[in-house]
C-alpha cells in the first residue's frame, strides 16, 4: 500500500496548503481517493506529484464536512467514472455553533443531487474490493463530543449535537497489518481504532492515518489520547488538518517514533 497526501493544513515543496485533507490511495491495482479537501487544490497538488486522478478506481468520503467535501466537483469533472462511496447518513446538514450563532460547514449545497448518479451511499460496512473496506462508527453515545466540540446537525429545523453517524472509516490490509484512514476522528481516535478492532479481531492493526480533532482539546486531554492510543498497541500514527500544532507536539513527546506528522506530499507506504 502506497498512499500520498495530497492536501493538508501543512504543504512542501511547493504543494498547496489549507485547512482539509485528501489522499490519494493505491493498494493493489486500485487506486483511491479519500476526501478532496476544500477547494480544488487537491487536483493542482495531484498534477504536481503526478498522480492521474483519472484513474482513481473509487472516491470515499470520510464525512459530510466541507474541508473534506469541496472538491467533490472538480473530481467529478476529471474523473468520469469512479464512484463516490458517502455513508448513508450524509446529508447537506451539518453546522457548528458557538455561543448562539451557527454556521453551515457541511457539504456544498446541491452536490448530493447534482451528482447522484456518481454517488452510493453505504451502509454499515462495505467491501470495495480485496483489502480495502469502508468501517462505519457503531460507537453510541457521540453525541457528546459533537456538544464539546460544537458540532451538529441540523434535522426538521431543529440543531442537534452531531453524533458523527455520517463518518465512515476507509481500511486496507496492507502488509504491515491493518491501517485505517479516518480524516477527523471526531468521535476519538481511540475510538475509531477499537471500532476497527471489533470488525477484525484477528488482525493486527499497524497504524492510524488521519486527523484527530485536538486543536481545542486541552493538554491533560491530549496526553490521555496518547495513553490510550499506547494502550492500543498499534504501531504508528500519521496524524495532522484538525489535530493541531500544539497537540500534536504533545502526542510526538508522549509517543515518540509511533507519531508522524501529515503535510501534502507526504508518502506512507505498508
Not at 214 to 240: C, H, M, N, P
Request: proline residues 1%; positive net charge; hydrophobic residues 35%.
Amino acid at each position: 500500500m502506497k498512499a500520498t497526501v495530497l492536501i493538508d493544513n501543512i504543504a512542501k515543496d511547493k504543494l498547496k496548503g489549507e485547512w482539509g485533507l485528501s489522499l490519494f490511495i493505491h493498494h493493489g491495482d486500485k487506486r483511491i481517493l479519500l476526501d478532496t479537501g476544500a477547494s480544488d487544490s487537491f487536483s493542482h497538488n495531484a498534477e504536481k506529484l503526478g498522480i492521474p486522478l483519472k484513474k482513481v478506481d473509487y472516491g470515499v468520503l470520510s464525512h459530510a464536512h466541507y474541508d473534506h467535501a469541496d472538491g467533490m466537483e472538480k473530481f467529478f469533472a476529471l474523473n468520469t467514472k469512479a464512484k463516490f462511496y458517502l455513508s448513508s447518513n450524509c446529508k447537506e446538514n451539518c453546522y457548528g455553533k458557538r455561543w448562539i450563532f451557527s454556521k453551515y460547514i457541511g457539504i456544498k449545497k446541491g452536490v448530493l443531487e447534482n451528482y447522484k448518479d456518481r454517488i452510493e451511499y453505504v451502509k454499515g460496512d462495505r467491501v470495495l474490493s480485496e483489502g480495502i473496506r469502508i468501517i462505519s462508527h457503531k460507537s453510541k453515545g457521540l453525541e457528546e463530543k459533537g456538544k464539546k466540540d460544537g458540532l451538529y446537525i441540523k434535522e426538521n429545523r431543529k440543531i442537534r449535537p452531531d453524533n458523527f453517524a455520517h463518518e465512515q472509516s476507509l481500511v486496507i490490509d496492507s502488509d504491515m497489518g491493518l491501517v485505517i484512514f479516518n480524516s477527523c476522528c471526531h468521535g476519538g481516535a481511540d475510538t475509531v481504532i477499537t471500532e476497527v478492532q471489533k470488525s477484525f479481531p484477528n488482525k493486527k492493526i499497524y497504524a492510524l492515518v488521519g486527523g484527530f480533532h485536538l486543536y481545542k482539546s486541552s493538554d491533560e486531554e491530549v496526553r490521555a489520547l496518547a495513553q490510550r492510543i499506547k494502550k492500543l498497541g498499534i504501531e504508528k500514527i500519521y496524524t495532522g488538518h484538525c489535530t493541531g500544532k500544539k497537540a500534536f507536539e504533545i502526542l510526538k513527546s508522549e509517543l515518540g517514533e509511533k507519531a508522524e506528522q501529515l503535510y501534502a506530499g507526504l508518502v506512507i507506504e505498508a
